[in-house]
């Protein structure tokens, strides 16, 4: 019984051990965040590259999920 308890216990510090160190790290970070999107400038022309033939949608607009048998 006292092997299952020193184990637990062992355990329990173990896992706060970490999860302050976890934490401790996220309140401290100094480093640069992560950019997941571009700001660069859009240039004027090129809002009009996508036409009616690059669209997926058929002209009416309705998409079946069925194949045509």
Known sequence: MKHELLVLRSLLV???LVCGLILG???TYQGKPVQLANDAKVA???LGLVTASSCALPPDGIVCPRAAS
Do not use: E, F, K, V
Request: aromatic residues 0%.
């Open 25 to 27: 790290n996220m309140l």
């Open 14 to 16: 173990a896992s706060l």
């Open 44 to 46: 004027p022309g090129a």
